[in-house]
């Protein structure tokens, strides 16, 4: 069972589907309101991730195993207005088939290893409030909460932010 973590292409768009469709029916289930989950069809899946891949800012990360994609993330590294590198760590998801094997370790750390060669010198991450495995998955990473909280349109769940300096 070897892991490969390398960046994605538009190939990838039917394993990296079939990872967050599963993230938002299975995992999300019991966590998040069953509107919020079903409101996750297979087209508007499609459209945000056929989005995402042709994006040029930020970086979609898969990670294969076996012949598959079991996880995918997305980052960036932004400039504000002061120039300073701003980490991002926009979305993470592990086939819940594949979870406890190591996979999100290390696609988060893939992430921030190549967010802090961009010049950040933290990145920030949003999870939803009510994704308490989640949660503890960042806290051990070294993830804390900072305090800020968000409720987007989109979801209409409660998120919560959280940092990771490494100055």
């Known amino acids: 069972m070897n892991l490969q973590v390398r960046p994605a292409t538009p190939d990838d768009l039917s394993g990296v589907l079939e990872v967050f469709l599963a993230c938002w029916r299975e995992s999300y289930r019991g966590i998040l309101p069953e509107t919020a989950v079903d409101a996750m069809t297979d087209e508007r899946a499609e459209g945000l991730w056929r989005r995402v891949l042709a994006d040029p800012v930020g970086v979609v990360l898969v990670a294969e195993q076996d012949g598959g994609i079991v996880g995918i993330t997305r980052h960036a590294a932004t400039s504000d207005d002061r120039g300073r590198i701003e980490g991002a760590v926009h979305s993470l998801y592990v086939s819940p088939r594949a979870h406890g094997g190591g996979i999100g370790g290390a696609l988060l750390a893939q992430a921030t290893s190549e967010l802090r060669d961009a010049g950040a010198g933290a990145a920030t991450l949003w999870v939803f409030a009510a994704n308490q495995p989640s949660i503890a998955f960042y ?12 409720t987007q349109p989109e979801f209409g769940e409660r998120e919560q932010r959280m940092r990771k300096e490494w100055e």
């Not at 806290?139 to 968000?150: L, M, N, Q, S, V």
Request: cysteine-free; charged content about 40%; aromatic content about 8%.
């Open 139 to 150: 806290e051990a990473k070294g993830w804390r909460a900072d305090g800020a909280t968000r």
